[in-house]
């Protein structure tokens, strides 16, 4: 018999916030400021920044401290960029709405693959932080999705067994890393990225999720099926 759902967890970027403006703004920025940094080429920089490609996957993938030294920009010049561009960053359609009306009924958190002062940053920003109970960044995981330590993470924190858990993304990282969790996985396909001044965002699913949805709006109906 299936356990009762006690616990939603969400991914961030993509699912929750559209950060796809603000970090290709992050990185222009980023990019001017290695320009002035190393007196190399915009194009010489350019070259650079799609060459952290092959970072994907790993934990430097997002890594702006890396990212940054990377490229030849200072070390500190990501946390100024990520500050001076919050508003760029959106909930998105239906968002807030749809923890209001999960919040008292169900845990709520978000484990993010960002470093934890990103995820801070975002979170505050788009008025998250005040309506979930937890999150979880890649440094108190200890590594990214499709690893699932994150969501184990967060079903520890919120004090249910990850059977108890559904676990929405956008991603196929997201869908592996909640089947390799054991729990519930809801994909939210939005085709949203952060990462496409630095490779183009298309994937095909190797993993097939539970359920589906084109609205977040969709999830309250959804878990209330389950």
Same mark, same amino acid.
């Given at each position: 018999?299936?356990?009762?759902?006690?616990?939603?967890?969400?991914?961030?970027?993509?699912?929750?916030?559209?950060?796809?403006?603000?970090?290709?703004?992050?990185?222009?920025?980023?990019?001017?400021?290695?320009?002035?940094?190393?007196?190399?080429?915009?194009?010489?920089?350019?070259?650079?920044?799609?060459?952290?490609?092959?970072?994907?996957?790993?934990?430097?993938?997002?890594?702006?401290?890396?990212?940054?030294?990377?490229?030849?920009?200072?070390?500190?010049?990501?946390?100024?960029?990520?500050?001076?561009?919050?508003?760029?960053?959106?909930?998105?359609?239906?968002?807030?709405?749809?923890?209001?009306?999960?919040?008292?009924?169900?845990?709520?958190?978000? %484990?993010?693959?960002? +470093? /934890?002062?990103?995820?801070?940053?975002? !979170?505050?920003? $788009? *008025? @998250? #932080?005040?309506?979930?109970?937890?999150?979880?960044?890649?440094?108190?995981?200890?590594?990214?999705?499709?690893?699932?330590?994150?969501?184990?993470?967060?079903?520890?924190?919120?004090?249910?067994?990850?059977?108890?858990?559904?676990?929405?993304?956008?991603?196929?990282?997201? %869908?592996?890393?909640? +089947? /390799?969790?054991?729990?519930?996985?809801? !994909?939210?396909? $939005? *085709? @949203? #990225?952060?990462?496409?001044?630095?490779?183009?965002?298309?994937?095909?699913?190797?993993?097939?999720?539970?359920?589906?949805?084109?609205?977040?709006?969709?999830?309250?109906?959804?878990?209330?099926?389950?």
């Amino acid at each position: 018999m299936a356990m009762p759902v006690r616990a939603v967890v969400f991914d961030l970027d993509g699912t929750l916030i559209d950060n796809s403006e603000y970090e290709r703004r992050n990185i222009e920025m980023l990019v001017e400021e290695a320009v002035k940094a190393t007196g190399s080429s915009r194009e010489e920089v350019m070259r650079r920044v799609r060459d952290y490609r092959v970072f994907r996957g790993t934990p430097l993938w997002y890594d702006w401290r890396h990212f940054c030294r990377f490229i030849g920009a200072p070390e500190d010049a990501w946390i100024r960029v990520h500050l001076e561009n919050v508003e760029l960053l959106k909930p998105m359609p239906e968002a807030l709405d749809t923890l209001k009306a999960l919040r008292g009924r169900y845990g709520l958190a978000v %484990v993010s693959d960002a +470093l /934890r002062k990103v995820l801070d940053i975002k !979170l505050e920003a $788009t *008025g @998250i #932080s005040s309506l979930i109970d937890a999150s979880v960044s890649q440094e108190e995981a200890g590594a990214v999705k499709p690893d699932p330590s994150g969501l184990l993470m967060a079903s520890r924190i919120l004090d249910v067994d990850p059977a108890e858990c559904v676990f929405v993304g956008n991603m196929g990282d997201d %869908v592996e890393a909640g +089947l /390799r969790a054991g729990m519930t996985t809801v !994909l939210y396909p $939005t *085709g @949203i #990225s952060g990462h496409t001044l630095i490779v183009e965002a298309s994937e095909e699913l190797s993993v097939r999720p539970h359920h589906v949805i084109s609205r977040l709006g969709e999830l309250v109906e959804l878990l209330g099926r389950l």
